[in-house]
């Protein structure tokens, strides 16, 4: 029978596979919740044994809910270090929970549109995702989801300061709302800092595919608020809408005079990186990234049809490290791994 | 009717399409032969009146040998610069028969084995071209049409110094012996500067593709002998053949060693070629040689299968500027021309 976890790595992603309908700039919305039980300590200074029964409340509570009965929980004890790179590789748990797993698990939906990470930095995660610019709708789910859990629930909230969270900066409505952008048109002009700049001049933060501290690689950033204290849920996803719909505008602008003035040679580019993908032997991962960015692109500006935008979404997931280790038994040195990384995008892309 | 400019070029060269059997190092092996006809005045300080006469009787000669009795005989005032630069660009012509072609002429087999130049530097320069390491079989044929037109024509001769020729570096054997090798492995492992010294150190000379002068691209290479008094043509033809099979040892080496220390590595570089040709929308001459050149190398050590030997040398000749021009009706910019051969190269690899 099959695991939870080869479920739910078995099944695309809503958010990759939806990524045709809702345009190409912006690659998903997500909203996350921080929520604490009242009267436990924060999950950095229980016990064992007090992980555990928040994990088994959590877990009861989450699994009763309308939105997540179905859903597929993960206990991280019980799977492998592998395992948890490859959750954290489809953004499903956090960097930190790959190595601190102990008494921490994850529950989500099959589809990957919603999940809880349970005894992470707070005793509970919830996240929602979808394909494109929709902050509103998936916010509206995962507060439905959340009115849910609280009535299974008590939350640790005091009526001065909102939620209590572990972290001071989550501290109030406990939300981070982030969307991940793809932005290769800004970077080719040369105004991406001017729009960076921007967005961190009216607090929000702007960082590569992984989040704090990760490199920007293909022209892919992800914009998320870096304040929670102060402004209503909806107010903080209203107010990312509006900011991230200008970044599509500028982003929609660049490529169009890109495309005015050296249509040739974007072509060229373009059809010259899917080529490459499509022949090499052997590629790393940062070079993959930018060979995709640039058909991305390409598909996102009809410059080329040959290619379906889910299937570029989907390789962007499928070309990291711990998935291409995943159906292979041997450990992979960097070597075995970049070509096996050039043997998927070719099977992939012929 | 097609002119006789077209019945040429509308045939690939045998050197080119024969280059499968005769291994992928050596291109072509190509013997010529300067001749001046007695009691009259080099072509340089000949009058039109006596370059038409010279013309005319040259050609009578040669058309009426049993090599040449169905050549194609064309007049280079008949036809226009460009028409011009494509018999130089397949090499049946010299670059310097481009510029001064008043009273000149071509008498050239459709499948450019044997050709005359007439009123180039000297009046007659007889060549005979075949694919791969044979320089004795070219040398010998080539001798044969010699001995057939000397029957017909009175040569310059002394018997102190030989032949006597407009320059005096040909005076002796007028003859010049020379082949076309891709020599990429030497290249790649750094020895080619120690086997191009090693050549001039036996007094052969060794230049890029289009003569003197020119630069090396593709790793292409061409040997030629730079003295021809003192040794027979026999010695010469001898020499040669020797020293060109020592350069093929040493390739072969190269790409022994190579393949042993970086098999992956060069699968990816040929494959990558490949793919860019196949895929580029927009190419210059210089980067389709030098990929052209990765994946003929690659061809030639069994890397790859899926494009024939053939394929590729024809290439060498066809993405040239005016046989790329010559397809259209209108003046290609430089842009355009590089759209054209690009064009050219998709369709050809596809």
Known sequence: MQSNFEKLIGTPAEWLVNGEQSGD?????????????????????????????????????VLDTDYLKKALPIDMDDISESERMVLAERRLISQEMVMHYKDRSLVASEDEQLGVMINEEDHMRL??????????????????????????????????????????????????VSS?????????????RKVVDGMRHVRLSVRGTYGEGSEVIGNFFQISNSITLGLSEEETIRNMEGQIGKV?????????????????????KVSRSLGILRSARLIDSKEAMKLLSDVRMGVGMGLISEVKMNVLNELLITIQPMHLQMT?????????????????LRSVLK
Chains 1, 2 share one sequence.
């Open 180 to 192: 991940l952008l793809h932005l290769p048109g800004l970077v080719h002009n040369n105004d991406i």
């Open 127 to 176: 996240y929602a995702i979808g394909a494109g610019l929709m902050l509103e709708d998936v916010g509206r789910i995962l507060s439905s989801l959340d009115d849910q859990v609280s009535g299974r629930l008590n939350y640790a909230f005091s009526p001065r300061f909102g939620y209590l969270t572990a972290c001071p900066t989550n501290v109030g409505t406990g939300m981070r």
């Open 248 to 268: 599509v505008e500028f982003e929609k602008r660049a490529r169009d005079k890109l495309i005015k003035e050296a249509r040739t040679l974007l072509e060229d």
């Open 25 to 61: 700039i912006v690659l998903s919305s997500r909203v996350r919740l921080a929520r604490n039980l009242e009267g436990k300590k924060f999950t950095h200074s229980s016990t064992s044994k007090n992980l555990k029964e928040i994990r088994d409340a959590v877990k009861d509570a």
């Open 328 to 344: 292979n038994l041997e450990v992979l040195d960097p070597e075995q791994r970049d070509i096996a990384r050039a043997d998927h």
